[in-house]
């Protein structure tokens, strides 16, 4: 009995080993690939995702990096100049200067005059005028006199401008969000007063900022020369005058010439007037003092002749 008991024991184990190696051979076949499947995919399309992700932000990133590099922003420059010219008549170089400032599109700022005729004549023009009109203005202004002295400076304010530019678009949006929230405001009177003290001041500091965007756009728009003319009287420059110029200068002279005889001869006929009311009755006078006894005479003559 014991015999049959432990035999039936035996088969009874051998059989279950059996069936545990067989059913784990056969669940490690699948279980295991879903498992390794599983523990693969995640990573593997971690992986892919953040290759991708880094692809496309690489894309985006080049995409614009490319468009911003296209798109050109255009740079504020401030442009000044200065000029120093001579010339042989002061007045005919102010009215060709003058006269040619409208035709630029500019204005003159200030103006100074010095000096009488007969002495050294000075005058200094400060003239706005577009900044793309700068070197045509300056190629013309040359010819008006002899050139002495010519500078010129350009100075960069690109990022200062859009920097403020900036600020005041950020102040402009801040000032919204607090009338927005003032509007809004239903709670005490504290409360209230401390958001419009806070719109104030963002309020004044937008028209600070605006005005300095206002004084760069002015200056970056309107570019600023200087214009010195110095009236010298027989003014020899260094080198040959070119032809234009003596043709320009003799004709000059010649105008000035007959402006000068038309304004004697006016002054000489101005000045003799007082005098023609005497000097006519004074000669009146005497022509009738030498004529008296001549008539006289012949009177006497007459009656003698007609006694005889």
Request: proline share 3%; with cysteine; aromatic share 4%.
């Amino acid at each position: 009995m014991k015999k049959k008991l432990t035999s039936l024991c035996l088969i009874g184990m051998l059989v279950t080993a059996l069936i545990g190696c067989s059913g784990g051979s056969a669940g490690d076949s699948p279980a295991m690939k879903r498992s390794a499947g599983m523990t693969r995919s995640p990573a593997s399309e971690s992986a892919g995702l953040e290759s991708g992700d880094t692809a496309a932000e690489s894309k985006v990133q080049n995409g614009r990096t490319s468009d911003e590099s296209q798109i050109a922003v255009p740079r504020k420059i401030i442009y000044t100049g200065e000029l120093h010219l001579a010339c042989e008549n002061l007045e005919v170089a102010t009215e060709k200067l003058e006269s040619r400032i409208k035709s630029f599109g500019g204005y003159i700022g200030n103006a100074s005059h010095s000096g009488n005729r007969g002495t050294v004549r000075e005058s200094t023009w400060t003239i706005r005028l577009p900044s793309e009109k700068f070197d045509s203005f300056i190629k013309f202004a040359v010819t008006i006199g002899e050139l002495q002295s010519n500078t010129r400076q350009a100075q960069d304010v690109s990022e200062e401008f859009y920097d403020v530019e900036a600020r005041l678009k950020n102040k402009k949006i801040e000032e919204a969000r607090l009338v927005e929230l003032l509007k809004r405001a239903t709670g005490k009177l504290s409360e209230v007063l401390t958001v419009e003290k806070e719109l104030s001041r963002v309020r004044e500091e937008a028209e600070r900022i605006e005005g300095r965007l206002r004084f760069l756009r002015n200056q970056t728009d309107l570019s600023t020369i200087t214009v010195t003319i110095q009236e010298i009287k027989n003014f020899q420059p260094e080198g040959p005058p070119t032809v234009k110029t003596q043709v320009s200068r003799t004709f000059d002279a010649s105008i000035d010439a007959m402006k000068q005889l038309g304004l004697a001869a006016l002054l000489f006929v101005v000045a003799v007037i007082p005098w023609a009311l005497p000097i006519g009755l004074i000669i009146w006078l005497i022509a009738r003092k030498s004529r008296g006894p001549k008539v006289t005479n012949q009177v006497e003559q007459i009656d003698d002749s007609q006694q005889s």
